[in-house]
């Protein structure tokens, strides 16, 4: 495809879960973001990868979050031990370099019961 | 911390009006950058501004980046229902900032 994927669009799990959510970025994009977006609000940084190493993580809210891009292209957020708290869109988007232009996956909303 | 506000926060316009979206920081940014988005989408690059008072326009889209590189606005001419959509600031800085957005309503 010729756009940031996510998967999956919808996620609903129950509290104390531990999730997944997967991005595929443009291909040959070196940067790629998490973002997490809630009701009414902009989104919020997370983690950014340049390659397959994290850049920048400060984003990250506390220890249950964790990303991954082994080999510098596709990304997995992960999500231990859930709450209702973490109920939010999750948006990821890439780009050629870090100062470059974004593109956005559509996201995937997870809902934490 | 930096903290981009937006306003307003809301706005609903007739069809055919001119509007101005304001963009506002206590933090220097290196570029600033204007998305919008729309519902069940990820947002979409408008334009970035990076020189302190430069004005970007596309097409009835018209971007001015204050001359401190703090605040910026997006002016809108003759709005169309197309427009509708939440439009949103996001400052460079180590990393990118976004603001709360500006949801938007163009009534046919």
């Known amino acids: 495809g010729a756009g940031v994927s996510q998967t999956p669009s919808n996620k609903v799990t129950e509290k104390g879960k531990y999730v997944e959510l997967r991005c595929d970025p443009i291909?040959?994009?070196?940067?790629l973001y998490w973002y997490r977006q809630s009701l009414g609000q902009g989104p919020e940084f997370l983690i950014y990868?340049?390659?397959?190493?994290?850049?920048?993580d400060s984003g990250l809210p506390n220890d249950r979050f964790f990303a991954v891009r082994p080999e510098g292209s596709v990304s997995t957020l992960k999500i231990q031990r859930t709450e209702r708290g973490d109920s939010a869109v999750y948006l990821c988007?890439?780009?050629?370099?870090?100062?470059?232009?974004?593109?956005f996956g559509p996201g995937t909303r997870l809902t934490v019961t | 911390t930096q903290l981009l506000e937006q306003s307003p926060q809301f706005l609903s316009i007739q069809e055919g009006e001119n509007l101005t979206v304001y963009c506002n920081s206590s933090?220097?940014?290196?570029?600033l950058q204007w998305y919008r988005q729309e519902p069940g989408e990820g947002p979409v690059l408008l334009v970035t501004?990076?020189?302190?008072?430069e004005v970007k326009k596309l097409k009835r889209l018209t971007f001015q980046f204050g001359d401190a590189r703090k605040d910026s606005s997006l002016h809108i001419t003759a709005a169309q229902p197309g427009d509708t959509g939440l439009y949103l600031c996001?400052?460079?800085?180590?990393?990118?900032?976004f603001g709360p957005g500006t949801r938007l309503s163009v009534l046919p």
């Open positions: 988007a890439s780009s050629v370099g870090h100062s470059g232009e974004q593109y």
């Open positions: 291909s040959g994009h070196t940067a």
């Open positions: 990868f340049q390659g397959t190493g994290a850049a920048d």
């Open positions: 933090s220097v940014f290196s570029s």
């Open positions: 501004v990076v020189t302190g008072g």
């Open positions: 996001a400052g460079a800085y180590q990393n990118f900032v």
